[in-house]
């Protein structure tokens, strides 16, 4: 029973890595989509606090097991909401009518 106690939580552990590292995916995606106007350096700040965290958490993961990552996938989920606010007003700035009267 221990056994299949500790497969359950390596698996659940992987979940939350998974989800983890697929958000920080998506972030850079975005990164590499808009990156280089307005928000090029809040972008690279917000990436670097993300890997700086994932690399802590993987150390805390040793210790501590799938709460370390739970904790981390809200900080992701965070950082992912953050890009995808950055994609809609780059997106909006791309499109924005000419202007008839300066």
Same mark, same amino acid.
């Given at each position: 029973m221990d056994t299949?106690? +500790?497969i359950i939580?390596? $698996?659940?552990m992987n979940i939350h890595e998974k989800?983890? +590292?697929s958000l920080n995916? $998506?972030?850079?995606?975005?990164f590499n989509e808009y990156g280089g106007y307005d928000y090029n350096d809040e972008m690279l700040y917000q990436l670097q606090g993300l890997r700086d965290s994932i690399a802590e958490c993987e150390d805390d993961a040793v210790k501590f097991g799938d709460k370390a990552w739970e904790g981390m996938v809200e900080e992701a989920e965070t950082t992912y909401t953050w890009f995808k606010h950055i994609e809609k007003i780059r997106e909006l700035q791309e499109d924005i009518p000419t202007s008839l009267y300066c």
């Open positions: 299949q106690h +500790n939580k390596l $698996y659940k989800r983890v +590292n995916g $998506y972030c850079w995606d975005i």
